[in-house]
């Protein structure tokens, strides 16, 4: 399978636990983008990286969240003292970079803050 | 402001049908793209089709297209045939740079 991977799917923690998520994206893609995605709603981006440089964090995004991608391979997003208002599915994206930019998705962690 | 409008909150149309699901946009940068994803129960996101702000030809992909109406700023997309595997939640996008703005969706159910 050479799709986007996540882990884990759901994520079920109490509230002020901190929690960490991982996308594997396609190999050869250079750009790695986050989101988020409350139900009935379309996603919200978060941040996106060039190879391993974070370029851009949304104003949405919280000191309580901060997102890696050491080797410019896969990407780690974390979230520090859980809120329930974290509760969302959160997907990893891919892409090329080219002008099309079609993004590839993954199937998204599902966390639930109890 | 960049924006983009999906109207339809649900939709129920007959299997074997036609259907188009509504998009409009809003933005003043010359360049852009739009795309449309689908959002089944699974919850992945697939990419269906796209369309560039300078694409002369409305772009297909199978039973897919999408009606660009430049001047209207209206990015509908046609399902054509529609099978009971295209019940799903359908989302409009505008790209903007390195940004995705995405609608709320349309919730399509094919009925047998």
């Known amino acids: 399978d050479t799709g986007v991977s996540q882990d884990p799917r759901h994520k079920i923690t109490k509230r002020g636990q901190n929690v960490t998520f991982r996308c594997d994206p396609i190999?050869?893609?250079?750009?790695l983008y986050w989101y988020r995605q409350t139900l009935g709603q379309g996603p919200e981006f978060l941040t996106y990286?060039?190879?391993?440089?974070?370029?851009?964090k949304s104003r949405l995004l919280s000191d309580r969240f901060s997102a890696e991608r050491p080797k410019g391979s896969f990407s780690t997003l974390e979230i520090q003292r859980t809120e329930q208002g974290d509760s969302a599915m959160y997907l990893c994206?891919?892409?090329?970079?080219?002008?099309?930019?079609?993004?590839?998705f993954g199937s998204g962690t599902q966390l639930s803050v109890l | 402001a960049q924006k983009i409008t999906q109207t339809q909150p649900g939709m129920f149309v007959q299997e074997k049908e036609a259907v188009t699901l509504d998009c409009t946009y809003d933005t003043s940068d010359p360049s852009y793209g739009l795309f449309w994803y689908k959002q089944p129960s699974s919850g992945e996101m697939i990419f269906l089709i796209y369309?560039?702000?300078?694409d002369q030809q409305n772009a297909t992909e199978g039973r897919y297209s999408l009606n660009f109406q430049k001047a209207r700023k209206s990015a509908n997309l046609v399902i054509s045939a529609s099978q009971l595997g295209d019940s799903a939640m359908y989302f409009c996008a505008m790209r903007v740079n390195y940004q995705l703005i995405w609608g709320a969706g349309t919730k399509l159910i094919i009925k047998p």
């Open positions: 369309q560039g702000s300078y």
């Open positions: 190999s050869e893609h250079n750009r």
């Open positions: 990286f060039q190879n391993e440089a974070q370029l851009e």
């Open positions: 994206a891919s892409s090329t970079g080219s002008r099309e930019e079609k993004l590839f």
